[in-house]
């Protein structure tokens, strides 16, 4: 769904820089803005969130916010024509298709950036309290197979609305409605796994309390042989 996002993205960063020059430029500041991102919410974000306020609610802020600049973004380019949109965004100096452009590059920074620091790190430590065998096949199925299929997924559906409307802007509702269900499918699947994984959690604390335990019981009747 991401990847489809950036296509359409990309289309409208075309249309509103024409010229091949200024569109080059521009991906190269938003690359540029990406590695900025990543370094600061690698070093000084991530981990500070995932320690005080918990891995569901670190591993949920990913989509929350693909799902605020994705409303905006679509929001602005649907509806870019739209004669009281066109006032309202020329009385504080842009464009529909301007801020569409702004909000959809707020999107593309803030997921890779996550993807790469924050994303990635509750992910890995969603495999902590899994058995050994759980944590191989688990990585196994979402590096491996996940990955691969989401991609390949992805690609195979915009190549069918391409050939359905035959153009990247007249698909472009469509790609927004499956962005709002993979997002709300993302944002329950978290939630799910953050109940899963605060219940196994809790399970292995308490083993290693009463591990911890059982020597201090039996001391004495050590000591009184």
């Known amino acids: 769904g991401i990847n489809m996002v950036e296509i359409i993205w990309k289309d409208q960063i075309k249309e509103l820089y024409p010229n091949p020059n200024d569109f080059i430029v521009y991906m190269g500041k938003v690359m540029s803005a990406i590695g900025w991102v990543a370094t600061f919410v690698g070093l000084f974000l991530s981990s500070n969130l995932i320690r005080r306020l918990g891995w569901t609610v670190s591993a949920l802020i990913t989509p929350v916010a693909l799902l605020v ?128 994984f605060n219940l196994l959690t809790t399970h292995h604390e308490k083993l290693e309390i009463n591990e911890e335990a059982q020597p201090s019981e039996k001391k004495p009747l050590l000591e009184s042989v």
């Not at 009385?91 to 707020?106: D, E, Q, R, S």
């Not at 944002?187 to 799910?192: E, K, P, T």
Request: proline share 4%; glycine share 14%; with cysteine.
């Open 69 to 196: 600049t994705g409303v905006f973004f679509f929001g602005f380019i649907l509806f870019k024509n739209n004669p009281t949109l066109v006032g309202w965004t020329a009385a504080i100096g842009f464009t529909p298709l301007a801020l569409g452009v702004l909000f959809g590059t707020i999107q593309n920074v803030m997921s890779r950036a996550c993807k790469y620091t924050l994303f990635d790190s509750t992910k890995e430590i969603a495999f902590i309290p899994l058995s050994p065998e759980s944590k191989l096949k688990g990585k196994a199925a979402i590096d491996g197979v996940g990955s691969r299929v989401g991609k390949s997924g992805g690609s195979i559906v915009h190549g069918g609305l391409l050939m359905l409307f035959g153009s990247v802007s007249l698909s472009a509702p469509y790609v927004g409605l499956i962005l709002l269900a993979v997002v709300f499918g993302w944002i329950g699947a978290a939630r799910s796994l953050g109940r899963q």
